[in-house]
């Protein structure tokens, strides 16, 4: 496992931050689950975001 100094994921204030993915999964379901369409999209840039931070660790670990 790498260890860290600083998170290299910046925070953005404007929006909410989830204590979990399950909660996360909650709020999409929550908000977009009357339209499978949206919901699916929801979902897909949840998947999308996911990914990209798991490059950007991956890419500022390789730095280390």
């Known amino acids: 496992m790498i260890k860290l100094q600083t998170n290299p994921i910046p925070k953005q204030p404007m929006f909410m931050t989830n204590k979990s993915f399950g909660e996360l999964q909650q709020f999409i379901d929550d908000t977009y689950g009357g339209d499978k369409q949206m919901l699916a999209a929801a979902y897909q840039v949840m998947n999308f975001t996911i990914n990209t931070c798991h490059h950007v ?5 390789e730095e280390v």
């Open 57 to 61: 660790i991956n890419e500022l670990s």
